[in-house]
């Protein structure tokens, strides 16, 4: 009986050791190739070229300040100045014409990147655009992130017309109910001559938003 369950023992401890080994190889060849898909992806610092595309990250209806000629995601923009006298501002005075400039924004379309760069001054990477969080490869510090918004046209790949908004057809992300986001490149049709509209950023080629990047 005694020789019985150790044949049953080895023969199962063989199996198992088989299998262990089997796991083994697939663990290493899964790790070979998690780390080229790391390195290639962290060595991507692509160069971006003026008028291309900027990458679809995060395309929403935010809102527009002329005057700073930049996205913000407020109806007023955060640089307005505070209003110390609001009864002056209410009747309309000049003291608080900048201020009105900058409230009540129009509704407009932007990309939404998040640029990466190291936090050490010392550094001699800091202020460059990082396509990746983690840490600084050249002095192992920490890496700070910021939003960075970019206003986005809709430009007609037909008769060349530039639309403030999408067009005829365009989708958006259901998933996403708090504010208007495109899903993708649904960007719809030229409401002139019926071809698809392309999404352009007016950042392109600056990090954050960089073709490829």
């Not at 008028?51 to 395309?59: A, E, M």
């Not at 007609?156 to 109910?177: A, M, Q, S």
Request: with cysteine; aromatic share 14%.
């Amino acid at each position: 009986m005694l020789q019985f369950c150790n044949i049953i023992f080895w023969s199962r401890g063989g199996k198992l050791s088989s299998t262990k080994r089997f796991a083994d190889k697939v663990l290493y060849v899964c790790t070979f190739f998690f780390i080229i898909y790391f390195f290639t992806n962290y060595t991507n610092y692509a160069v971006g070229r003026e008028g291309q595309n900027c990458p679809k990250k995060k395309i929403q209806s935010q809102f527009w300040c002329e005057t700073c000629k930049e996205i913000r995601e407020f109806k007023d923009c955060d640089t307005a100045d505070y209003i110390w006298d609001y009864e002056k501002y209410k009747a309309g005075s000049e003291e608080y014409a900048d201020t009105k400039a900058h409230q009540d924004l129009p509704e407009a379309w932007g990309c939404q990147r998040i640029a990466y760069s190291c936090i050490n001054k010392d550094c001699a990477d800091y202020g460059k655009c990082i396509p990746h969080p983690g840490i600084c490869e050249t002095c192992m510090d920490d890496i700070t992130s910021e939003k960075v918004w970019s206003k986005i046209d809709f430009k007609c790949t037909g008769c060349g017309k530039v639309h403030n908004d999408p067009g005829t057809g365009h989708k958006l992300n259901e998933r996403i109910e708090y504010l208007p986001t495109l899903l993708g490149q649904e960007a719809g049709k030229c409401e002139e001559c019926g071809k698809p509209l392309e999404t352009v950023c007016r950042k392109s080629g600056t990090c954050p938003h960089i073709p490829s990047f």
